[in-house]
């Protein structure tokens, strides 16, 4: 069964806005992952935030960690249509050797 | 840098044939896992291979067997193929499994239709 959930399944918003995407999980992690996927290709690494974290930023994307709450956040910020996709949170499992564990994912529209 | 390179891109079966695909690893890493994507959902975790072994397994039955090379690239081989087993097959790499910092990096996968 899959460990995480995302929430919403689907967003859209104009260019320019802010998108939120949220991720539960439910054991312990050794770190969390952020990835994007355009249109059913491969995935492609946008953050890992490490347990003993709690906040990261690259460029226009910020990620959260609550590891109280077993829960973690991706906020893009300044929208582009080309941030149109499907986002995925994937957690590497405490003595799990690397295992992902990835959510259904959040699609995100981005309308010009 | 090449990253993970996966072949072929596509690929079309019948149903209880034999499929092989492959796995090239980013440069320096020594680490491949599998996953299967279905359409509409999140990837799910096949096995992984560290030292030409196979070090964890999904919950994938048997049918679904791999193998690593010294070069450290991959295999993933399908027996007696099913109409379900049409999906995205992606490839990742890494370092140093289970470590707090390991990034998993990932191919552009091979669509594989059963029909």
């Known amino acids: 069964s899959q460990q995480g959930e995302e929430d919403p399944q689907a967003l859209s918003i104009q260019e320019g806005e802010n998108a939120t995407m949220n991720c539960s999980y439910k054991t312990s992690i050794n770190n969390l992952q952020w990835y994007r996927q355009n249109s059913g290709r491969g995935l492609v690494h946008l953050i890992l935030i490490r347990s003993n974290e709690r906040e990261k930023h690259s460029g226009r994307l910020r990620v959260t960690l609550d590891t109280s709450k077993k829960s973690s956040s991706l906020l893009i910020t300044a929208s582009r249509a080309a941030d149109t996709a499907s986002y995925f949170c994937?957690?590497?499992?405490?003595?799990?050797?690397?295992?992902?564990?990835f959510g259904q994912g959040t699609e995100l529209s981005v309308k010009p | 840098d090449a990253g993970v390179t996966q072949s072929p891109t596509h690929l079309i079966k019948t149903r209880g044939q034999q499929v092989t695909l492959r796995c090239s690893p980013k440069?320096?890493?020594?680490?491949v896992s599998w996953y299967q994507q279905a359409l509409g959902q999140g990837p799910q975790f096949i096995f992984q291979?560290?030292?030409?072994?196979?070090?964890q397994r999904g919950n994938f039955p048997d049918r679904f067997s791999g193998h690593q090379f010294p070069n450290y690239s991959s295999e993933l081989n399908v027996n007696a193929l099913l109409l379900g087993d049409s999906a995205l097959y992606l490839c990742?790499?890494?370092?140093?499994?289970?470590?707090?910092?390991?990034?998993?990096?990932f191919g552009q996968g091979t669509r594989l239709t059963v029909v």
């Open positions: 994937a957690t590497d499992l405490y003595n799990q050797g690397g295992k992902l564990i």
């Open positions: 440069s320096g890493h020594d680490t």
């Open positions: 291979y560290y030292e030409e072994e196979e070090r």
């Open positions: 990742a790499s890494s370092l140093v499994p289970g470590a707090m910092n390991t990034e998993a990096f």
